[in-house]
Structures are given as structure tokens and as C-alpha cells.
DNA sequence: CCCATACATTGATGCTGGTCAATATTCAGG
DNA sequence: CCTGAATATTGACCAGCATCAATGTATGGG
């Protein structure tokens, strides 16, 4: 939750132009790449095309699991890191637990993207 | 190169709601996670910032490799996989190298997000 | 209570990836 | 040509991550 700017001196006498422009501090970049780090593996992306996909809007893990030849603690493993990054929202009702999309997330990370 | 489908078989009895929808391939997904895997890196995402503050459009190794205390084989490294990714595009003139963003790239990237 | 089911957590393992030192390549100048 | 400067490539090292087996934690049914 630090969104400290850090900008760069940009000490560097001549090349080809000066880089004025403040850029992306370090800080701010380790904070954007989580989202992106999140998005970086296939069976995540298919998961999270899955739970979109739902007509109902949510799957619960042994949905999941079943589609994606992996075994059910990798795929818990990936429901949580994409939950993390704010990706997912999960809901328990009774034995089973249901993933769903957080709404506009997606679009979030699109807008990092155009304002990099 | 490959689009295949790769739908899955989706054998599963009952559980929650079937998913019935095709969602991402395997080999769907691993090739959108390429792009992905270039933009989860901190020093990459700041690599992408810098070139694209800049107000020429273009920036070279050495301008680059002065505000990122990172050693010139690694930013190297990184430009390249930011170029194999289809994110910039490099020009050699004379001895230096002029790297710049591939017109509308960042925009297909996003593109892919809300097309999951 | 006891057991089965659905999911999460832990620990271990193998592989991918970021970084650097050293070297190679390419180009401009004298 | 020869030298120096800018960049790319190679090889090696270490951290991080994806995966699985085993176990733990609820929850519901009998």
C-alpha cells in the first residue's frame, strides 16, 4: 500500500535525449508487476476464463478441478494467489467454496496498462 | 503458432452448475500468458515507462541502463524479451540501439484482458 | 459421535527466470 | 588496421515458483 513516487535523478549527462519524465519508481513497478505475475500462468488465465465463462457467475474448486488436469491443492493454490491480487472473490456456503470475478477488475488492470 | 481449440471433455456429473462453456485451450492460455510473463517484471514494466515518457518516442541502451541501477547485460535481457513479446520494437543506428513501443501494443494487451 | 466430502495448508522437489561477470560483436574515428 | 565505445551473447549462480503427496480443517449426514 505504498505509493511513494521515487522519482529517478536522472543524472546522466547526454546520449541521445534526456528522460525528464518521472517514469515508474521502483516501488510503484513492484506493486503493478504483482497483478501482471498473477495473470503470467496458463492455468491461471483458464481459471479465471473459466469463472467468467459461468452463466451463473461463480464455480466452486471441484468444477474447476475436474477441467484442468491439474491436481486439486495446485488449483486451491492458484484460486489464492489470483484472489490476492484482487482478481477473485470467494464465498463459502456450507462444504463448498465459490470463486467469482471481482467486478471491473479486469478492467482495472487494462487501465494500468494505458497509464504505464 | 497453434490456435487450436483443445476444448475440454467436461465429464463431470453434477456439483454446482455445469460448465458448459468452451472458455481458454491450454495451448490458448499458454500463449496468452507469454505477454503476461513480460509485463511481471518490475524493471520491465519500468523499462516500458521510460520509453514511453520519453518524448522523442525512442531511447537507447545507455539512457536506459543509467536510471535503472541494473547492469547493462541484464537491461539487455530485458529488452529483449519486451521486443520478443511484441511490446517494442528496436532500430540499430550507428553504434546504439533505439528501442520504441510497437504502436497499439499495450491496447491489444488489454484487449486480451476483456476478451478472457 | 463417526464418517465421508470439499477444500485449504504444509513440506519437499524440480524447473524457470533474473542477475552478473566475462566475452563476443559491431561500428565510428584516427 | 587499430582502438575504444555501445550493445549483445554466453555461462553460471541463486531465488522464486509450479506442482504434488500428505495432512489438516471444517461441514453435513447417518
Redesign the interface.
Known amino acids: 500500500m505504498n505509493a511513494l513516487p521515487t522519482l ?1 535523478p ?3 549527462e547526454a ?5 525528464g ?4 519508481g ?1 516501488d510503484e ?2 506493486q ?2 504483482l497483478v ?2 498473477a ?5 491461471r ?2 481459471l ?3 469463472v ?5 457467475g ?3 474448486v ?2 474447476l478441478t ?3 488436469d491439474l491436481g486439486q491443492p495446485t488449483v486451491s493454490h492458484h484460486l489464492k494467489i489470483l484472489v490476492d491480487s484482487g482478481l477473485l472473490h470467494r464465498e463459502k456456503r456450507g462444504t ?1 467454496a ?1 470463486y467469482s470475478l471481482v467486478p471491473g477488475a ?2 482495472d ?3 494500468l ?2 497509464t ?1
Chains 1, 2 share one sequence.
Not at 546520449?15 to 528522460?19: D, I, K, R
Not at 519524465?21 to 515508474?24: M, N, R, S
Not at 495473470?39 to 492455468?43: E, K, Q, R, S, Y
Not at 467468467?52 to 451463473?56: F, I, P, Y
Open positions: 529517478e536522472s543524472t546522466e546520449c541521445c535525449t534526456p528522460a519524465q518521472p517514469a515508474l521502483a513497478a513492484k503493478k508487476s501482471f505475475k495473470l503470467a500462468d496458463p492455468n488465465l483458464r479465471l476464463s473459466m467468467k465463462a459461468e452463466s451463473s461463480e464455480s466452486c471441484c468444477d475436474a477441467s484442468l463448498w465459490y479486469l478492467d488492470v487494462a487501465g496498462l494505458t504505464l
